[in-house]
């Protein structure tokens, strides 16, 4: 198939062209039409599946907007207000048509009709949907969806004074790679001093948000939270025994690389004691990696870089470029971290990050244009509800796609020894991620296993975990207090829970796509779209066989891409 990023916007045949959603008493009148229409043969429900799609791509939209611009800048008030407005008055009147309207389809004796892989995915989704819907657990949701947004607001007001200039987090994060050892040291002490100053504050937000969705799992007939959300995320092809063998294989095959990895750092840098703030460093004399300057660089270079894996790939960045649905550069009163927003009607999503010209943001750039392209890629499906693919595969868009560019990343670097040093970086992070991600996730089981625990508790329990992937030969004497809140900087947790073993999982799918890509590029490449293109409409397993990967979380298969890594990074 030939892909084209020139997508359109769906066209509207339900609702009016220029409906915009402002209130519940003029969007009402849609789902209940919905609710009570006849449904007489199969082409009615497909019919009814087409407006019902369309209703639900012009909410999701709506919805997606409203948290774009209020992330963008954190402190207008009339962005917020109009982001709560709709998660506390409009969405908890949608949920229970959603829920009539997803009992409707089961219940249609057309349904069985219904032809092709596709559906069987959707109504999978459907059937869990309804399983763990309570009317009860519609004014928690709403509450969780503004509290969750209060943990962006907090951090997007962080900044810390260096060398007389205010700056925000991200952007400090540059003096951490300067060659001055004690500029490095004082500026760690400077943002880990800034982040205790709000350590209670986001303590008790998270325990709030722990007691409300622990309260979702109750209403909803489950033991704790982590099993709701377990069936709430379609995790239908992995249990949690899956994710403790992950945890105890990148114990047994990863750490000893990790440890290695640092201990060349170590040696490289020349000093005694290896510290936090000298793992982004290089030795004295060589500068750190300064890849663009602007965001405007930054995409330009994305772009060229695309465009020499795959035109379609710089065509998707273009495309958004020229939307204006790029939001690139750091700034004080933007939410932290980055993402991609797929947006239902358009097509193009939006991505948001907060660059600071450094060589992160290079693969933060890389990375959500994987995701970009995967929503590209996915629009062409019928329904909204082929095109909810999992996360597990989502993330193999975005990894992988960081694996394939470095390739061409010759564009951000004219200098050899520049562009081997940054692949070096990349392939060390590829490895070094690993045991973050099994910290948060085995955090995460533990605190929604152990719902009443104090915040004590939580520090011991939390200070257990990271000491059990965390490289002995990183020297953390003196910073207990910091490390005890090591969780915090960790917005999943308070935005998007039990969202993050999926990296590992994806990591493993991306660098399987690259061993592919090493072999034969073109070959690897249409793997990666025609997999992507699929959507949601293929069971995991089936979408990681359609990319020409296995679906295998076993030690033996993870020790193998991980040995490969290590080749890799050996040749270098």
């Not at 109750?218 to 033991?223: H, L, P, S, T």
């Not at 059990?468 to 998007?496: A, C, N």
Request: hydrophobic share 40%.
């Amino acid at each position: 198939m030939n892909y084209n990023a020139d997508i359109q916007k769906l066209p509207r045949h339900f609702l009016p062209t220029d409906f915009v959603i402002t209130d519940w008493e003029s969007l009402a009148p849609y789902l209940i039409n919905l609710d009570e229409r006849k449904i007489t043969s199969k082409e009615d429900l497909i019919q009814w599946l087409k407006d019902a799609s369309e209703i639900e791509s012009v909410i999701n939209e709506d919805s997606s907007w409203r948290q774009i611009k209020m992330t963008c800048d954190t402190e207008n008030k009339a962005l917020e207000e109009s982001f709560n407005y709709f998660m506390t008055t409009i969405h908890p009147q949608v949920q229970p048509y959603a829920d009539k309207l997803n009992k409707k389809l089961i219940d249609c004796p057309y349904t069985k009709e219904l032809d092709g892989e596709e559906y069987f995915t959707l109504l999978r989704n459907v059937k869990k949907n309804i399983e763990i819907f309570r009317e009860e657990n519609i004014p928690i949701i709403a509450s969780l969806n503004v509290l969750q947004q209060k943990y962006g607001a907090i951090a997007g007001k962080m900044t810390v004074e260096v060398i007389g200039k205010e700056f925000t987090l991200p952007q400090a994060a540059k003096f951490l790679e300067d060659e001055d050892r004690s500029l490095r040291e004082e500026v760690y002490y400077k943002v880990w001093n800034r982040r205790m100053a709000d350590k209670d504050e986001l303590n008790k937000l998270f325990t709030t948000l722990l007691e409300k969705r622990h309260q979702l799992a109750i209403n909803a007939g489950y033991d704790n939270y982590r099993d709701f959300r377990f069936k709430e995320l379609g995790r239908f092809d992995y249990t949690k025994e899956d994710c403790f063998q992950f945890h105890e294989a990148v114990k047994l095959h990863v750490m000893p690389l990790v440890d290695k990895i640092l201990t060349a750092k170590k040696k490289k840098l020349g000093v005694e004691k290896l510290r936090p703030w000298d793992l982004a460093a290089e030795p004295k004399g060589i500068q750190p990696l300064r890849p663009f300057t602007t965001g405007d660089e930054l995409i330009e270079k994305a772009i060229n870089c695309f465009d020499k894996l795959d035109p379609f790939f710089g065509d998707c960045l273009r495309k958004m470029r020229t939307m204006g649905h790029l939001d690139l550069e750091t700034r004080k009163g933007k939410a932290p971290g980055g993402y991609n927003c797929p947006l239902a009607e358009t097509g193009a999503p939006f991505i948001f990050m907060n660059a600071a010209g450094q060589m992160d943001d290079v693969i933060t750039m890389v990375h959500e244009g994987g995701h970009a392209i995967h929503s590209f890629l996915a629009h062409h499906l019928a329904l909204y509800g082929f095109k909810e693919y999992p996360t597990e595969i989502a993330e193999v868009a975005s990894m992988a796609m960081e694996l394939f560019s470095m390739d061409k990343w010759d564009v951000f670097f004219d200098d050899p020894e520049e562009l081997k040093r940054a692949k070096e970086q990349e392939l060390e992070r590829v490895i070094t991620i690993f045991p973050w991600i099994a910290t948060i996730d085995k955090f995460q089981h533990w605190v929604y296993e152990n719902p009443s625990h104090t915040e004590e508790e939580r520090a011991t329990q939390w200070m257990d975990i990271l000491q059990q992937f965390t490289s002995s030969v990183i020297d953390f004497s003196g910073l207990e207090e910091y490390r005890k809140y090591g969780w915090q900087p960790q917005l999943h947790l308070y935005e998007v829970p039990f969202y993050y073993i999926e990296y590992g999982i994806s990591q493993l799918g991306a660098i399987g796509l690259w061993q592919q890509y090493k072999k034969n590029p073109a070959a690897a490449l249409k793997n990666y779209t025609n997999a992507l293109a699929l959507g949601g409409t293929r069971t995991l397993p089936e979408l990681y066989k359609a990319a020409g990967l296995p679906f295998d979380l076993s030690p033996a298969y993870i020790k193998g891409l991980v040995s490969f890594v290590n080749e890799e990074m050996e040749k270098l």
